[in-house]
């Protein structure tokens, strides 16, 4: 996400590299190179040129402490800035009323659909709503056999009804079967179309002043750049929409929607979404994307993924095993799953500071722990709980169950013993007893 422009924010701030102060001079080829960087993401040069002026402008007033580069202080000024264009602080979002009523609108191919089934897990799962989804899409059959899929995945029920035309209508009549099975949630997918024109554009206007909804969310494909901001920009002028999310965040994004959607529309980015998967819905922080923009990683995110998948008390049945030497294969493969459920691979480790930039050019699979997994499925259980029974003979029987070299498995094996020794060793720090990062 935004590689091209986080090295080349980067290549920018170098200018700045052995100066011991700033200079209007010196500062000249870092701002222009911002400037550039910006405008190459597709940032519109208007917002761009006001952007690196405010840089400019803190940049020249700051004076440079002794314990800080005007490298880093650079750096800092440029992220403040960044987040104040993305929004300042995350925007509220209002899910109150009897039921609380979502709209979704967007283009065609934004990712409309699946947003909004990933929205209704969202608040299933996280904030233990009620919810229902709407297909509102009249025109397009399989909008509607897509969420009633999706509704099935995630355990939420989908109204449709199939043969009615009018999309006024369908809401008003889902809303009243919403109250009946006691939902308290109503999210409404409404019809998108390749591009902006007058029949779409009436019709979900129609939707809003008949339902009032708590919500409007216009979703961009976070891929098309400044086109996304134009098109944001109309559906703001009929529909005054109440927050943007910004979706295929796990593509090729360089980066202009997201920086350029809350300067031009004054509303806020409220989620950000990558990938299918359900669970690949994110609350939208400024400062917290202007880090991973900066190449910072983003630990508060990182853990917040962690704790979703946090069982205390396992953690605590984990802790003694541990301090006991116990930890074995089923414990291991417990670990990768809860790994697994977090997210895309790539995007997490892209969250640890300074990793994000040195994997950049790897092809890191979300199938890379789908080998190891095989060879501890090949174990029995007994096999799992106790590794120190597995000999010659049962390695070859692994190997074989689980289409591997058996060097494969001894290499994993002998890496596996490496992490048991490592955690042990960690065990005897001076900390009473506790493994780091572990609560009774």
Request: hydrophobic share 40%; net charge positive.
């Amino acid at each position: 996400m935004f590689n091209s422009l986080s090295e080349k924010l980067e290549s920018a701030f170098k200018n700045l590299k052995g100066q011991a102060r700033i200079t209007e001079l010196n500062i000249a080829n870092t701002v222009k190179d911002i400037r550039r960087a910006l405008i190459d993401a597709d940032v519109n040069f208007k917002i761009a040129k006001e952007f690196t002026d405010k840089v400019k402008e803190k940049a020249l007033g700051e004076k440079v402490i002794n314990s800080v580069s005007p490298g880093q202080l650079m750096v800092k000024i440029v992220q403040d800035e960044l987040t104040e264009l993305m929004g300042g602080t995350a925007a509220d979002f209002s899910v109150t009323g009897n039921p609380a009523i979502i709209l979704i609108a967007g283009l065609q191919g934004s990712g409309k659909t699946t947003f909004t089934g990933k929205l209704a897990n969202y608040l299933k799962v996280q904030k233990g709503k009620s919810p229902m989804v709407v297909a509102a899409d009249i025109y397009r059959p399989a909008a509607i056999d897509q969420l009633t899929v999706l509704g099935e995945q995630i355990g939420v029920p989908v109204y449709a009804e199939r043969d009615n035309k009018d999309a006024v209508s369908i809401a008003l009549n889902a809303i009243k079967e919403a109250r009946a099975q006691n939902k308290n949630v109503v999210i409404i997918d409404t019809a998108g179309r390749l591009a902006i024109d007058e029949a779409m554009m009436t019709e979900v206007a129609n939707i809003k002043q008949a339902v009032n909804p708590t919500e409007i969310l216009f979703v961009v494909d976070a891929m098309t750049g400044q086109d996304a901001v134009n098109t944001a920009k109309a559906f703001n002028d009929r529909l005054d929409f109440t927050g943007v999310v910004l979706t295929k965040l796990d593509g090729d994004t360089r980066g202009g929607a997201a920086l350029s959607i809350k300067y031009t529309v004054q509303k806020p980015i409220k989620f950000m979404s990558s990938g299918e998967k359900m669970d690949t819905l994110d609350v939208f922080y400024p400062d917290r994307m202007a880090q991973r923009i900066l190449g910072m990683g983003d630990i508060a995110s990182l853990v917040e993924k962690a704790q979703q998948q946090f069982d205390e008390e396992k953690a605590k049945k984990l802790e003694k095993k541990i301090r006991k030497n116990q930890f074995d294969f089923q414990d291991f493969l417990e670990q990768l799953q809860q790994i697994k459920k977090m997210g895309n691979l790539k995007d997490l480790m892209g969250m640890i500071p300074g990793v994000g930039k040195a994997i950049k050019d790897i092809d890191i699979n979300d199938d890379a722990f789908k080998g190891i997994e095989a060879i501890i499925y090949s174990m029995t259980p007994e096999e799992r709980a106790n590794p120190d029974l597995i000999d010659q003979r049962r390695k070859a029987r692994i190997a074989k169950g689980s289409g591997k070299d058996i060097q494969e498995v001894n290499a994993f094996m002998k890496q596996f013993e490496q992490m048991k020794k490592m955690m042990g060793a960690m065990n005897k720090l001076p900390m009473g007893g506790r493994m780091p990062g572990f609560r009774r």
